[in-house]
Structures are given as structure tokens and as C-alpha cells.
């Protein structure tokens, strides 16, 4: 096992519950969805087609996005999680299997979404994994996938000058030429919380306020997404 997979097997019982216990956390996860959802309604006119979400775990992004979708499935490498997953979704079909060691063949997909899976994972699973999810995609399918540990962002280098160890290493830079390497064009970046770059804006009462709405719109549109602390990728297959 590697070290993400030895991680994420069993934290199915406390996985939402770490998420939305932190304000922060809890942020980015309603704009995470609330930007996906404006992608799939934007880009791709509310139809996903045959739709898998690759590391899917409780389901959190998947669960949102399977009425989007002619044919959902999720994968998963921990049946904790899976578990959580299938009580909030009604028409996925779930696959527990670690794709790097044994395939799951589909019919050709349309789209795919991984969220919160790159950051946490080593160099190697990340090119094994971008090679498996670009030869079930049809020629032109699309990738959309996140970054939310960008080593580089305003905040984490602020934390970096003040002593702190952010132990990450996926930059935008880093991760747009994994993305190049295995056969994907980026068409689109958007950054999240570019905004959020000093501790004490990172309270409840802050990130839950009418003022947090209005600086994320226009951070995404001043602040770089190399520097943003979350990331989304819009990427192609060639």
C-alpha cells in the first residue's frame, strides 16, 4: 500500500465529520461544489454523459452530480468510505478496487471528476492514476480535478515564513505538467480562496459571511490560481 492509500482506507466513519468541523475546510467544500456544479452547467450544459468520480469517497462530490449523468459511477479503494458514499447517492454504481493494480474497464467516459485526491497523493500514484483515467475517457473526454494543497499559495507561504511545515509539494506548475505528460490539455483553471490568505480570516463568522461571497468572485478574478490554497482543472484528453 502506498502512503495515501494506507490513510484513507478506513476513515469513512470521520471523514465528513473532519471536513465540516473546520470552517476552513468546511468553506472549501461548499465552493468546491458550488464551482463544480457551475462548470457542469456552463461548460457541458447539465449533461455528464457516462460520468465516473475517481476516489469518490463519501461520495460528497458524486452525490451532487449523479442526476447530471446518463450512467455514475464511483471508485473508491476503501469500503468505509464507499459505505457513507451509497446512503447519500440513489442511481451510482460504486467499485471498490485500487485501478493502479487491477482495471476496471467502462464503456468509453465522458467526464471525470477527482476531487481532493492529488494533493494528498505521491508523484507516482498520481501519473499511474492520470495514465488509467485517460484510457477510459473517450477521445475530447474531460477531466476535472483538484488541487487543494497548493504548497505555494499566498497563505502557505506565509505559514512556510513563520516556521510552519505544509509537508505538500503539487504546485499548479507541478501539476498542469503531470497533467501534460499523461496526455491532457488544460483548458481552464479557476482558484479558490485566493482571498484567505491571513489566519484570522479563517473564522466561522468570516468565511460564513455575506463579505466571504463578494471576495470570492473577485479574487478569482485577481488573484492567480497558482496562488490560490484550492485549484480546479479543467483538462482535455488528446
Known amino acids: 500500500m502506498n502512503n495515501y492509500t494506507d490513510s484513507h482506507m478506513e476513515k469513512g466513519a470521520v471523514y465528513d465529520t473532519e471536513i465540516f468541523s473546520s470552517p476552513m475546510d468546511a468553506y472549501m467544500a461548499k465552493v468546491e461544489k458550488s464551482v463544480l456544479l457551475e462548470i457542469v452547467e456552463k461548460t457541458l450544459n447539465g449533461n455528464l454523459g457516462n460520468y465516473v468520480d475517481f476516489a469518490c469517497g463519501t461520495g460528497r462530490i458524486i452525490s451532487s452530480l449523479e442526476k447530471c449523468a446518463t450512467k455514475s459511477i464511483g471508485v473508491d479503494v476503501s469500503q468505509s468510505m464507499v459505505d457513507i458514499a451509497k446512503e447519500k447517492c440513489e442511481r451510482t454504481q460504486f467499485f471498490i478496487k485500487d485501478v493502479t493494480k487491477e482495471r476496471l474497464d467502462f464503456p468509453p467516459i465522458d467526464v471525470v471528476t477527482s476531487f481532493r485526491f492529488f494533493g494528498n497523493a505521491q508523484q507516482e500514484l498520481r501519473d499511474s ?5 485517460h484510457s477510459i475517457l473517450r477521445k475530447d473526454g474531460l477531466l476535472i480535478l483538484n488541487n487543494h494543497r497548493n504548497p505555494v499559495s499566498i497563505s502557505n507561504r ?7 511545515d505544509h509537508e505538500m509539494d503539487l504546485t499548479y506548475d507541478k501539476l498542469r505538467e503531470s497533467l501534460n505528460r499523461q496526455g491532457f490539455t488544460v483548458l481552464k483553471t479557476l482558484g479558490i480562496g485566493g482571498w484567505i490568505f491571513r489566519h484570522s480570516f479563517q473564522r466561522k463568522e468570516i468565511l460564513e459571511s455575506k463579505m466571504a461571497n463578494v471576495l470570492e468572485r473577485v479574487s478569482r478574478v485577481v488573484v492567480p490560481t497558482s496562488l490560490c490554497p484550492d485549484m480546479i482543472l479543467i483538462a482535455k484528453k488528446h
Open 129 to 133: 492514476v492520470l495514465q488509467y483515467l
Open 158 to 164: 506565509l505559514f512556510s515564513l513563520s516556521g510552519g
